[in-house]
């Protein structure tokens, strides 16, 4: 069975299901799911260098806010 996010397993109920993947370099861009559906991604056009944060809302599971930080200039 495919789980929520491309996961090994489903997560209990009244828990979310995410999965972060880390970038590499220039050649492949970091990625966040959450409940099955991607909130940043190199495809969606809304990572950077650095640190890429997803707020969201948890208890309702909103998204409320992406960004990325870029540590390396400072």
Do not use: W
Request: aromatic share 8%; with cysteine; net charge positive.
């Amino acid at each position: 069975p495919r789980h929520k996010c491309g996961n090994q397993k489903s997560c209990p109920q009244n828990y979310f299901a995410f999965k972060i993947i880390s970038g590499a370099a220039n050649v492949v861009g970091p990625s966040i799911c959450f409940e099955d559906l991607v909130l940043m991604s190199s495809v969606k056009n809304n990572v950077g260098r650095g640190l890429n944060i997803a707020l969201v809302n948890g208890t309702t599971g909103q998204l409320l806010k992406t960004d990325a930080f870029d540590m390396y200039s400072g």
